[in-house]
């Protein structure tokens, strides 16, 4: 495991450096690859949009959080799912490009909801804030988006968990951070 310290990543965001970003994570995987890792992860949703500029230079392959999480939702019977997560993740094309090539739809919030959710998650949750109101936030939101025809949320941040469970969440979850820990353990033990 090696990530540099969050707020390098998010000056990046705030700039749109997604080359920067990429750096980072390259220089990860290249410290993980010479400690001897088979494959790569990375559990932040929102850095994935990095991808592209570290896979034509990275010593190893990389699980996509996206993919399995797309994997999971068709194994699951699920056809359209609403995202939550980081502003960053929300507006790119994460999601949406890898669920579409499973015949999957994406609902993002509307924009006031953007940065509701994520002024929770910079402001609370990455902080270890952790309140009612946030949870009311956040069931409205995906109630709002189970009645646009949703049939499961994706839980694009690996913080939302804190707050939002198969116990309180209006629609089925798809924990991306478990998902994708579950995909690694499959991966590492050589099963599918």
Known sequence: MHTPNLAEYVACLERGDMVGVGEMMLASACKLAGMGADFLICPDNTI???LPHVLPQSPLPWLHIAEVVADAAVEQG???LALTGTKWLVDSDVYPDKMAAKGL???RPDAAERQELNRIIMDELVKSVFTSDAVAIFQQ???RMKEAGCDAVILGCTEIPLIIDETNSPLPILDSTRVLARAALRRAV???
Request: charged fraction near 25%; hydrophobic fraction near 35%.
């Open 48 to 50: 994935h949009q990095a």
């Open 78 to 80: 699920y056809k359209r």
């Open 105 to 107: 739809e994406i609902v």
């Open 141 to 143: 939101i995906v109630g």
């Open 190 to 192: 050589g099963s599918k």
